[in-house]
């Protein structure tokens, strides 16, 4: 399986979250007979069904080889929002002259502090995913590397779990291109950039989707000089295309440097720098930086699990094949989160644990395609995402009517200085079924909830202009496309009736 990069420093912060996540004091237990559900991977996914299926009255055994809280604790979710949070106090700083506040003296970035803060703040959220709280639960926690040894048991530190039901959740991690000379020249993904004690004054990154994105904005406001490298022509090419425009505009104003539609054709290491020859529409050039840091994709962690021996299909791209209930070809072994899932968020990787616990242990039937999947990238503004994309639909078939409202129309926005972006709203055409929706906004990923709890609850655009939404907020954008659409619904027919009516009234 994939060997993590020791934490590093080893301070009193990260030596306060080895011992909550992989305590050297940890015995194994004693396995106790056959287990309801044997856990492989203590992520999100993981420790989800384990928690969930253990409360539940269930026997289960945790398996993990490296630390407790998986991706999202140690090298995603948890440190990147953190140093966000950092880069964007900074930027306010700096932005604030047009509200009539100033810095005189500027902003100074003490970048150790804001990693050791970073460090802190893991560490302490580390509490609920660690070994003690899991064996309170009464979850018999394995640390080591599990291998199946056939189709109902697993070996784990020379013990041997036998189970009922099985699930494989150990997640994925960073790849790199195959750039010549990278290799030698050593760089960073997400799985060691949060180790930096000292900040790059030059960074090159390579690859515009969200890790890429959210990253060169948080070191470019802390003051590193940042390249962005993308081979597309367009970041975030996932993304509604009027909201990669906004963002590349953002980020270009901020001082990042975007080179789109670009090829890292050779790296090597010279004079004590890092130096990318790339290639882009401008043509050849060389890029010279001190550290790199690459976000170009994610791959399955499937080596040494022994799949092949529990029967389990599986794909060293795609990951474990599953079923749309989430079970594997062996179906005892059901899996979940980004070891075979193409959503790689925390919260899939929640909602899919659940599915796993009633289908796996209750004879359930519940489906992954059946869940309503919002997504957001923490950029400033964030980006948020729910349903389907207009060229989704119209893969489909489905005709759309779109519903746009400028945040530079909604009162709130103004007023914080927060009027760049939009919300946007695609329903059936011709009805008031949610379909879809974008959100660029500062507070995006929030706003983007209300949406996503409309379209799981069948609720219409026109019955959100009926909410009431405390004004002024942001929020206040989703109510007046309701209105919008329920104006669509006066046809001049109605407005005649309705007239004559009134005129009859008076």
């Not at 090419?237 to 505009?249: H, T």
């Not at 975007?258 to 130096?275: I, T």
């Not at 005709?399 to 946007?424: C, N």
Request: hydrophobic share 45%; net charge positive; with cysteine.
């Amino acid at each position: 399986m994939h060997d993590f990069p020791p934490l590093a420093p080893l301070d009193v912060h990260n030596r306060e979250l080895l011992a909550r996540v992989h305590p050297a004091e940890h015995r194994n237990p004693t396995p106790a007979g056959r287990y309801n559900l044997v856990v492989v991977g203590a992520g999100t996914a993981g420790l989800v069904s384990a928690a969930g299926a253990a409360g539940l009255g269930a026997k289960v055994a945790l398996v993990e080889e490296h630390l407790l809280g998986g991706d999202c604790l140690i090298a995603g979710c948890v440190p990147s929002k953190t140093l966000l949070r950092a880069a964007r106090a900074a930027h306010e700083i700096r932005a604030a002259q047009p509200l009539g506040v100033r810095a005189p003296g500027g902003v100074e970035v003490d970048f150790g502090a804001v990693m050791a803060r970073l460090r802190r703040v893991r560490a302490e959220i580390a509490s609920n995913d660690s070994v003690a709280r899991f064996t309170g639960l009464g979850v018999d926690v394995f640390l080591g590397r599990g291998r199946f040894q056939g189709p109902d048991t697993l070996e784990v530190a020379g013990a041997r779990l036998g189970f009922a039901r099985a699930v494989i959740a150990t997640g994925a991690r960073a790849v790199h291109p195959t750039i010549p000379g990278l290799l030698e020249a050593g760089f960073l993904t997400n799985e060691n950039v949060f180790h930096l004690t000292e900040q790059p004054r030059r960074l090159a990154l390579i690859g515009g989707g969200p890790v890429g994105c959210e990253l060169a904005q948080a070191f470019a406001r802390l003051g590193s000089e940042v390249t962005l490298i993308h081979d597309r022509e367009r970041l975030l090419e996932r993304e509604d295309p009027d909201a990669g425009s906004i963002l590349e505009r953002v980020l270009r104003r901020e001082g990042v440097r975007l080179l789109l539609g670009a090829a890292v054709e050779q790296v090597e290491r010279a004079s004590g720098e890092k130096r990318l020859r790339v290639k882009h529409a401008g043509g050849l050039e060389t890029v010279a930086v001190d550290e790199i840091l690459v976000g170009a994709g994610r791959r399955p962690n499937l080596e040494g699990l022994g799949l092949e021996a529990a029967g389990v299909r599986h794909d060293p791209v795609r990951g474990v094949e599953v079923d749309d209930r989430l079970r594997t070809s062996n179906r005892r072994i059901f899996a979940a989160g980004d070891v075979c899932m193409a959503w790689k968020f925390t919260h899939a990787a929640d909602a899919a644990a659940r599915i796993v616990i009633q289908n796996a242990l209750f004879l359930g039937r519940r489906r992954l395609s059946a869940l309503t999947m919002p997504w957001c990238t923490y950029t400033d503004p964030e980006i948020a995402h729910v349903g389907l994309a207009p060229r989704e639909a119209e893969e489909q078939g489905l005709a759309l009517d779109t519903y746009l409202r400028p945040l530079s129309e909604v009162d709130r926005a103004r007023a914080d200085d927060a009027s760049e972006g939009f919300v946007k709203l695609h329903v059936a055409k011709g009805k008031d079924r949610i379909l879809g929706a974008t959100v660029v906004a500062r507070n995006a990923g929030d706003l983007v909830s209300e949406i996503s709890v409309a379209m799981a609850g069948g609720v219409g655009l026109g019955r959100l202009a009926q909410v009431i939404h405390p004004y002024p907020t942001q929020a206040e954008a989703i109510r007046q496309l309701g209105d919008a659409y329920n104006r669509t619904r006066l046809t001049p027919r109605a407005k005649l009736v309705l007239g004559r009516w009134l005129a009859w009234r008076r």
